[in-house]
């Protein structure tokens, strides 16, 4: 299994970025799909989740309004668009696949900065 985020860099504040991550070695479309990110000397927290056909999306409050996560079975990839970035976005984020409630498996993140 293999998750692979990318697209992160420094952004100032207001900014946008979209992240991407490919998932290979299972069924893609079978899992749900989720981002997370890990801020220095903070844990990590769950920012946004899509189910496996992409019709029910969940976001944390923080991000609500500013982010979208979509897929696209066809690519085996899941995406956030990020809006109006605040620098307490800054962190590493990482997507996430699970089966049923619980998280299975877990990519390396990519860094996003937002400067003031």
């Known amino acids: 299994v293999q998750l692979q985020a990318s697209g992160g860099g420094l952004v100032q504040a207001g900014g946008s970025l979209r992240l991407s991550c490919t998932a290979s070695g299972f069924t893609f479309r079978n899992y749900g799909m989720g981002w997370f990110r890990q801020a220095p000397g903070k844990e990590r927290e769950f920012v946004a989740s899509?189910?496996?056909?992409?019709?029910?999306?969940d976001y944390a409050d923080p991000v609500k309004g500013r982010f979208t996560i979509s897929r696209d079975n066809a690519k085996n990839a899941v995406y956030l668009q990020m809006g109006s970035l605040r620098p307490e976005d800054t962190a590493v984020y990482s997507c996430?696949?699970?089966?049923?409630?619980?998280?299975?498996?877990w990519g390396q993140g990519t860094q996003v900065t937002v400067s003031s």
């Open positions: 899509i189910n496996l056909g992409g019709g029910i999306r």
């Open positions: 996430a696949a699970r089966r049923g409630k619980e998280f299975n498996w």
